[in-house]
């Protein structure tokens, strides 16, 4: 199943791109995760940083797939960013309060910053 996600590497960290705008289908979610718990399961990438700009809805099992991710990161002692989020979306976090628990920024050069990292200019 395609994922929709695009995935790219500046200098150490992996930007992962998502590509559709409802992230809602059980079985894409289940591919969704699958592809970015490789990130840290497999590949070990301790930088990554979760651009969701073109996404306007998520699934609660999408916000599952999330914090599993957090907690796969954590245990390599790695970090990710969600960057891009709408202010709707945004909402959905602070309600939730996985705002406290995920690092957010505005976009991708910002993502990059916090992450130690600077985007080439």
Do not use: W
Not at 17 to 31: C, K, M, R
Request: proline share 1%.
């Amino acid at each position: 199943m395609a994922t929709g996600l695009l995935i790219t590497k500046i200098l150490d960290v992996v930007i992962v791109n998502f590509g559709n705008s409802a992230i809602l289908d059980g079985t894409a979610v289940e591919a969704i995760g699958k592809e970015i718990y490789a990130l840290a399961d497999e590949q070990a990438h301790r930088k990554v940083v979760l651009d969701m700009s073109a996404v306007r809805f998520l699934s609660s099992q999408m916000l599952g797939v999330l914090i599993a991710f957090q907690k796969k990161m954590a245990a390599i002692k790695g970090r990710f960013v969600i960057c891009g989020l709408r202010a709707d979306l945004a909402k959905v976090f602070k309600i939730t309060q996985l705002d406290k628990l995920f690092l957010f920024a505005e976009n991708e050069d910002k993502s990059l910053r916090s992450l130690g990292a600077f985007a080439p200019k």
